[in-house]
């Protein structure tokens, strides 16, 4: 599919408010209600638009610690790498896990009530994973930007 400017319009629309009525919408991109409501279904049919969430307060959850976490596999087979991201994927306080290049092999994002809770985090799931070598954490004590 290819994207124009219109597009684009409703896409970074979307992205600052998900809940934007076809109406609201039209009228901030400046297009009759009609075109962009089929914009929008043909954007989300190619999979442009592939969904829409809420944005939580994380500290309104009670959750003030932000870890990003490093982690270095002892070894790279199948059945390592798949036993590890089931695990990861089953732990509700990992909110992003990425592959990665370079010295680690998957970045973390994590989010803990305080330091004690992160520490149990790590002692009591994470450490407890066979396959990750090495655990290598930096806290966030700011947010510059979120997209």
Same mark, same amino acid.
């Given at each position: 599919?290819?994207?124009?400017?219109?597009?684009?319009?409703?896409?970074?629309?979307?992205?600052?408010?998900?809940?934007?009525?076809?109406?609201?919408?039209?009228?901030?991109?400046?297009?009759?209600?009609?075109?962009?409501?089929?914009?929008?279904?043909?954007?989300?049919?190619?999979?442009?638009?592939?969904?829409?969430?809420?944005?939580?307060?994380?500290? $309104?959850?009670?959750?003030?610690?932000?870890? &990003?976490? #490093?982690?270095? %596999?002892? /070894?790279? !087979?199948?059945?390592?790498?798949?036993?590890?991201?089931?695990?990861?994927?089953?732990?509700?306080?990992?909110?992003?896990?990425?592959?990665?290049?370079?010295?680690?092999?998957?970045?973390?994002?994590?989010?803990? $009530?305080?330091?004690?809770?992160?520490?149990? &985090?790590? #002692?009591?799931? %994470?450490? /407890?994973? !066979?396959?990750?070598?090495?655990?290598?954490?930096?806290?966030?004590?700011?947010?510059?930007?979120?997209?």
């Amino acid at each position: 599919m290819k994207i124009d400017s219109i597009d684009r319009q409703i896409i970074t629309a979307l992205q600052a408010n998900g809940r934007l009525t076809n109406q609201d919408l039209s009228a901030q991109i400046g297009l009759s209600p009609s075109p962009c409501l089929r914009r929008v279904r043909l954007l989300e049919e190619a999979g442009i638009i592939s969904g829409y969430t809420a944005t939580v307060d994380q500290r $309104a959850l009670g959750l003030s610690v932000t870890a &990003f976490i #490093r982690l270095r %596999l002892d /070894r790279h !087979n199948d059945e390592t790498v798949g036993r590890v991201e089931r695990k990861l994927m089953a732990m509700p306080e990992v909110m992003d896990c990425w592959l990665m290049t370079g010295q680690w092999d998957y970045q973390l994002r994590v989010l803990a $009530a305080d330091l004690e809770a992160y520490e149990g &985090f790590v #002692r009591g799931k %994470l450490q /407890r994973v !066979n396959g990750i070598a090495a655990i290598d954490t930096s806290f966030a004590y700011g947010r510059v930007k979120q997209a």
